[in-house]
Structure formats: C-alpha cells, structure tokens
DNA sequence: GTGGTCTAGACCACG
DNA sequence: GTGGTCTAGACCACC
C-alpha cells in the first residue's frame, strides 16, 4: 500500500504522512478504519518504528487520524477537513495562475491546455 | 532587489536561487547582463559568500546564467529555458486539477473560481 | 449515561471517571444510589471489565464511590466532598486570573467578559 | 531558566514547551532573540537532544519559535499569536465559570473571592 | 497486543 | 557549529 523512494530527497515520514494522506482524501481508506499498527507497518517498510510514530502524529495533528492508546490509529476524515482540503487546492491554483500570468501565458492558453488534455484520458 | 526571509523555512541559497530565477524570468534581470559580485552579494545581505556561491551555481546548473573567469557571472536567460519554463507550469497544473477531481472538484468549479478571482484583483 | 468518545485523546477509564465524577457532583446520581455493575457496563459500552473497574477504582479513591463485597458500588457525593470540589474550582479560577493578568488583561476586561457572555445564554 | 520535574506526569518535552511558552508570552524571552541550542540545552539539563529537538519542534507549530537550519531557533511571538492565547484564555474562563454554576456557586462568590485574593497580594 | 516517550548514537544539510 | 532525520533499543500506560 505504501512504498518508499529512498531516491527522493524529502524525508521518510513525510512521504508516508502524503501517501497516506492521499489514500484517505480519496476515500480507499474509510473514516473509522483502523491503520496499520505503528511496529507491523515499520516491520513491513523495514524501517524504524519511531519514524512510523512520527509520520501517524503528524497526521493526527493535520486531522486525518486519531488515536487510541492501548488500541490503534484509526482515520478520521470528515467534512470539515474536506472543505479545507479543498480550499487550500484553490488557493494553489490562484499562485499558480498568478505565476503562469507572470511568465505571459494567457487565461486562455490555460483553458485551451485544459480542454486538449481532456482529450488524452 | 533580495530579502531574505529567516522566518522561512526553506535554505538561504535556495531563497536566492528563487528570488533570481523570478527576477530573470519576468525579465527585470535582462539577458547578458551582469549579476552582482559574489563577496558584494554576500555582504549586502550580511550572510557567508559560500551561500551566494552556492545559489549561483544552482542557477547555473539550471540555465539562468553563465560565468566568465575573472568576470564574473551573467544574465543566460533565452526562448529555449522560457518554454522548458512554461512546460513545468503546465505539468503543475494538470497535475493540480488531477488532485482536485480526485476530491470530487468539478472543472466547472475551478473555471468558475477562477473568473471569481479575477473581480478582486 | 455513559458516552465514550474514542478521538479523545484521554483514556477510556479516564473519561469514565469524569463522566460518573460530573454526574455525582450535579446530584444526578444521588447518594447511596448503586452504581451499574462492573460487567453490566463493561457490556453496555461493549468495552473491556478492567477498564471499568479501573475507573471504579479511581471513583473510590476520589471518594465518590464506596464498594460493599459481594452487592455492588454505591455513589458516596457528601457535603465534606463537595466543599472540596469547590475549593478546586475556586484555586483554578485563581491560577488563571494570574495568567491573564501576566497576558496584560485586566480584571475589568475579565469581568466585562463575563456579563457580555451571560446574554448569550 | 528551565527546570524539569521527574515528578510531574506530564512528558518531559511538554513540559519544556509549556515553560518556553511562558517565557515567551510574558515577554522574559523577546522576539527575534535566540533560544539556546538544541545540543547545548540537552547538556543544561541532562537530557536527550530528541526530546528537546521534539520541544521546539512543538513550539515551532504553535508560532512561538522559528528556525534557520545551521543558524538556530529564534523566538516569533507576535500581535496575532499574543490575541490567540487571549481567546484560549478567555474560552477557559467560560468553561470554567460554567463548571463553576453546576456546582451551585455564583457569579457572586467568584467575584467575591476575586477581591479577597486581590488582598493577599 | 497497542501507542507514546525517552535515550544513545549516528549521519546529513546548512552556513 | 547549527537544526533535522533516522536507527536501535528500552520502558511505560492502556486495554
């Protein structure tokens, strides 16, 4: 489910919290379904559990998880979160708009680029 | 022309390297031109020419500029690095409304975002 | 009665405890009324014996519950207790007094707070 | 400047938060001004450069410290954080005057026992 | 068994 | 020198 690219330059637990993160926004894991336990997923990245500890605390701090101690970690995704998802994925798209505008590349040349690539799927 | 940001997280060297490549692609930082001294740099913004060094090279690796021994370091911006530019802002885009149809946000949505925006600027 | 929220990050016997603790003290469990039974409400809440036992336990030493061997626990709030219990509140009043007063609000501002929210009620 | 309590439940790094904290609200530690280093404060105190390192990463989050990889930690405490800690407070307050009313003491007493500990002062 | 905290020691990027 | 990440191994509370 998870796989790790030593390649990458950014750290372990922050690929894990995005892999998770994107598995969750997208609903393949359900909310009130519980994860991996921090020592069986470390055992089967083969990496450190304490790492594990790290990436699930920080999901937990973006509200994507929520943890029991003597349990486990469960997913936590809800309409709130959702909403602030969504927001923060406009908001890149308006830096992005104002850099593309900032290098001359019309509204209209996004639009068209959208349209053509609608077409390769 | 550069302000360093300390409460940013990113690396000094990295700030510059960004700061330049905005000033070189909006063409404030004309092609041929010349940049400013490595140690002059360095003392202008009060930090270790080792980082100035750094980011020039960086720039250097990506094409914005080209060095003379015993010159100094000059403006490489061309048509060829404009549209390798471009082509990156478009990938980001694609690759952003990718995400934002996994969330269930319609193209609609965006485009209508977008014309929003555009009453407040 | 009993209502345990699993994304809260304290324990289960802990929120148990807080729960019986707020019922005893408003006098919605009276006095030398019996408590659930141990099993009963290990079944109802579908959580395990030892956890209620350890919240029952803790009730006990906090003096709010006592044990006959053999019949069950029954509720023990008296005046003695109470006292106690507004003491508490009374010194948490006072700890946060200083710690707004060290933030630069004043006892007035305090004060103002609480009339603007007794409307709201 | 920090003292741990071996005692004290709570985990070492929150308590180390918590004190920073402090400091940094009641303006002992002034903004922009820079906070002992990691490795340095482990030796003070005799403890693992982790648990510090997890401390500040922790204040970092909260807006009360910046960092500069290679430089160090820098204290950020402003105008936006200082009315944040005023609504918790306040929110405190409520909760607190509520718990207070359930109990059958009223907003008479607790301004009562405000003037009376003003005396002691 | 579970998560959470802590230590000891190492390595890397940054300046 | 600085902060940041990771590993290995231990201990605790909780269930």
Redesign the pocket.
């Known amino acids: 489910m998870i796989l790790i690219d030593y390649q990458d330059?950014?750290?372990?637990?922050?690929?894990i919290v995005e892999k998770f993160e994107k598995l969750i926004v997208r609903g393949i894991l359900e909310p009130d379904s519980?994860?991996?336990?921090?020592?069986?997923?470390?055992m089967e990245l083969?990496?450190?559990?304490?790492?594990i500890?790290?990436?699930?605390?920080e999901l937990?701090r973006r509200g994507y998880l929520y943890?029991?101690?003597?349990?486990?970690?469960y997913v936590a995704f809800n309409d709130r979160l959702k909403n602030k998802k969504k927001e923060e994925l406009l908001a890149k798209f308006l830096a992005l708009k104002n850099e593309a505008q900032e290098l001359g590349i019309s509204k209209e040349e996004i639009a068209a680029f959208f349209e053509e690539e609608e077409n390769h799927d």
Chains 1, 2, 3, 4 share one sequence.
């Open positions: 330059a950014r750290p372990i637990y922050e690929q519980q994860m991996p336990s921090v020592r069986s997923l470390a083969s990496i450190n559990p304490n790492t500890q790290k990436a699930y605390a937990e943890s029991v101690k003597g349990r486990g970690n």
